[in-house]
């Protein structure tokens, strides 16, 4: 009687004459009835099946759902369909991917085997680019599968060259493998690469090959004696608060913060070692402008600012950090080498660093201009008399606190008054001020008064190894080899711009002469000598006449050589007054 033989679905696969067998339909041998090998075959088929046809190469004729052991691999895998067509598959690669991703739903995956095709959400569908990741990762917080700020992008090591800018959505974490092994490269270098959303986070990777446009070299001001030997590569000479492309990271524009970005254990490296001509300068590590951000009145940001953490720069005659306006930045632990600015604060731009270190390049800490505080709680009062009236109160709860009298900056009749019209500043019955002019210029006056916020760095635990020594690498400490040489003069900078009015024009004191406004640098630091610095950065005099600004002071310094103490604040004090008494008093002999 001839045997039909079927699969499970009932196909007939085969059909075997008595006393014959079939060794083409399937991988075993399908025999008859009366077959005289009956035993042999018999146990050979079973241990076929218990070994799942262990070899090096898979067995012939398969049929679907069969499975085979590649030994060369350690690998089970199963013969099925796969895109239309029957090959060998890892055994439940399907089923493996949906086990991982329900294990861990909310985590997208970036490898350099992956396909930016593929869903990105396990390491058997990685996506090739961290943006296509990022986009993934938008559409499904968009389309409520995950939370915000419960979502991780992991990065396999690895070199990306990436089509930047990358937008990183709001609490969206990006993690690299680490920051030696993972490199993300932009395709064009002058764009930014990183765009920083709320309470996002990266950590543990490399952005290198990015070039700031413009210039660092560019925006270094010029015609102020040797100091700025390095400046305007390309003779622009443009302000610092110059919009600038080329920056690691930055905001994302039209974005609202509400939880500060966080960079922590990451690097920027860019720029080719070259001379002080500033040959490829490099790009920058982080912008904090909040210019770009939504200012919908109804719906103001809360903050403005980004955190960094164990963050190394060495940006060839690029930038550390910039922060700009109402920019405010924090950092801890952040490494600076052979850049142009270290920490450049414009426009009353606020930073504030711990533990941090500043190599070579040629200036440190920059801080220039100002902004006017539009809070509610600032002093924005215009007032108007007919010039016998010497008082007037600002609104109710407008106070002017001590600490702000500083920055407090009259506009009588559209002039903006820093010097000329003395004033003093007492408590209000309402919460408010009482503004007192000491010698108010006659006839009808209409002053305005407001609070100007200064930029500000605050640097604590700062370390100044050869700062100033320039952007060559041959300028290396003498312990590596070099030549390397600190110029004093440029430790640290804290640069005046010229004040405007509230018109926009140029500012003058009472002589006509143009008005220049600081920024603010308070810090303790140490330098390669061994000298100490403590207290505010005092700004050079300017000669209105030439436009040249003298070096910075420090207000207290302690000279480890020469085992002296000097600076402005040093020689105002009553010990700087009193130690040549005491020295002499205590001298033998």
């Known amino acids: 009687m001839t045997l039909n033989i079927r699969k499970t679905d009932t196909t007939l696969i085969a059909t075997v004459p008595p006393g014959s067998y079939n060794a083409t339909a399937t991988s075993l041998i399908l025999f008859g009835k009366n077959f005289a090998n009956y035993g042999t075959a018999f146990n050979e088929n079973m241990v076929h099946l218990m070994e799942h046809f262990a070899n090096q ?65 396990s390491w058997f569908t990685a996506k090739r680019t961290i943006k296509s990741a990022c986009a993934a990762a938008l559409t499904s917080i968009t389309l409520g599968e995950f939370e915000e700020s419960h979502v991780t992008i992991l990065v396999a090591s690895g070199e990306y060259e990436e089509a930047c800018p990358i937008t990183v959505p709001p609490g969206v974490s990006i993690i690299g493998d680490n920051l030696r092994s993972v490199t993300v490269r932009p395709a064009n270098s002058t764009s930014n690469v990183f765009l920083l959303s709320s309470g996002c986070y990266v950590y543990g990777l490399t952005v290198r090959g990015h070039q700031l446009y413009p210039s660092a070299l560019d925006i270094t001001p010029y015609n102020q004696g040797n100091i700025n030997q390095w400046a305007n590569a390309s003779g622009l000479g443009l302000p610092r608060n110059t919009t600038q ?25 860019s720029g080719d070692p070259g001379t002080d001509s500033g040959v490829n300068p490099g790009g920058g590590g982080v912008l904090v402008d909040p210019s770009v951000l939504t200012n919908d009145p109804l719906d103001p940001n809360r903050i ?80 108007s008399s007919d010039g016998t ?17 500083g920055d407090l900056v009259l506009e009588v009749n559209d002039i903006q008054q820093i010097y000329g019209v003395d ?16 010698n108010p210029p006659s006839g009808t006056l209409t002053v305005q008064a407001r609070i100007r916020f200064s930029s500000l760095i605050e640097a604590s635990g700062y370390t100044l190894s050869y700062a100033g020594a320039g952007l060559d690498y041959t300028k290396l400490s ?94 105002q004090s009553i010990f700087g007054f009193m130690a040549p008494f005491i020295l002499a008093l205590t001298r033998r002999g």
């Open 304 to 383: 403005n600012s980004i955190v960094v953490d164990a963050f190394t720069q060495i940006n060839l005659g690029g930038i550390g950090c910039k922060v700009v306006g109402k920019g405010y930045m924090q950092l801890v632990s952040f490494f600076i080498n052979f850049c142009q600015f270290g920490i450049l604060c414009v426009d009353g731009g606020h930073a504030t660093l711990l533990n941090s270190n500043c190599s070579f390049g040629n200036y440190s800490l920059w801080a220039e201009g100002y902004r006017w505080l539009d809070n509610p709680q600032a002093v924005n009062q215009t007032w």
């Open 57 to 121: 190469t898979p067995p012939l004729n398969p049929i679907v759902g069969q499975l085979w052991f590649d030994t060369t691999l350690k690998e089970m895998k199963v013969w099925q369909d796969q895109g239309g067509v029957l090959q060998w598959v890892l055994l439940n690669a399907t089923s493996l991917q949906t086990i991982a991703e329900g294990v861990v739903p909310n985590r997208f995956y970036v490898s350099k085997k992956g396909d930016d095709a593929n869903s990105g959400r």
């Open 389 to 405: 009236v010497t008082q007037f109160l600002t609104t109710s709860n407008t106070k002017v606190y001590p600490d702000q009298y």
């Open 478 to 571: 003498p312990s590596q080899g070099g030549n390397g040489r600190a110029d004093p003069n440029k430790y640290t900078i804290a640069y005046s711009q010229q004040a405007t009015n509230f018109n926009g024009g140029a500012a003058v004191n009472t002589l006509g002469q143009e008005v220049y406004t600081s920024g603010r640098i308070y810090h303790t630091s140490t330098d390669e000598s061994g000298d100490f610095y403590v207290g505010v950065v005092t700004p050079g005099a300017w000669d209105l006449d030439t436009g040249v600004q003298a070096s910075p002071i420090p207000s207290f310094r302690i000279d480890q050589q020469r085992g002296a103490i000097d600076g402005r604040a040093f020689y």
């Open 245 to 269: 492309t080329g920056w690691a990271f930055s905001f994302t524009p039209g974005g609202r913060i509400l939880v500060s970005p966080y960079i922590q254990n990451c690097s920027s490296i």
């Open 423 to 438: 004033f003093n500043i007492s408590d209000g019955p309402n919460n408010n001020s009482l503004i007192t002019l000491t």
